[in-house]
């Protein structure tokens, strides 16, 4: 999956200062951010959000769960979707009577 922002400006025109300080803003081409987000249920975002302030390794510990089979890719999964928690798709299913 690749998401992209594009900002379209006039030769010499500067950044808007709005997007100067932008957590994804990008100065070349080669400053991307990974997204390796885990994909979980809905209880194991719930168990995760409530640690969210802890490192990766802590939130494993207190979860009793790993997003991923290897430790490396559990924690790097984890240190993105901390980045990322509030763009995380969430799907309900709701019926309407």
Same mark, same amino acid.
């Given at each position: 999956?690749m998401?992209?922002?594009?900002?379209?400006?006039?030769?010499?025109?500067?950044?808007?200062?709005?997007?100067?300080?932008?957590?994804?803003?990008?100065?070349?081409?080669?400053?991307?951010?990974?997204?390796s987000?885990?994909?979980?249920?809905m209880?194991? /975002?719930?168990?995760i959000?409530?640690?969210?302030s802890?490192?990766p390794?802590?939130?494993?510990?207190?979860?009793?769960?790993a997003?991923?089979s290897e430790?490396?890719?559990? /924690?790097?999964?984890?240190?993105?979707y /901390?980045?990322?928690?509030?763009?995380?798709?969430?799907?309900f299913?709701?019926?309407?009577q």
């Open positions: 999956m998401t992209a922002t594009v900002l379209a400006l006039a030769p010499g025109d500067p950044l808007p200062t709005g997007v100067l300080d932008w957590e994804f803003l990008s100065r070349d081409w080669t400053d991307i951010v990974q997204i987000v885990p994909d979980l249920s209880r194991e /975002k719930i168990a959000d409530r640690y969210l802890k490192s390794a802590q939130i494993i510990r207190l979860v009793k769960f997003p991923a430790l490396d890719d559990a /924690k790097e999964a984890l240190e993105s /901390k980045r990322l928690h509030r763009f995380y798709p969430t799907f299913a709701i019926g309407v």
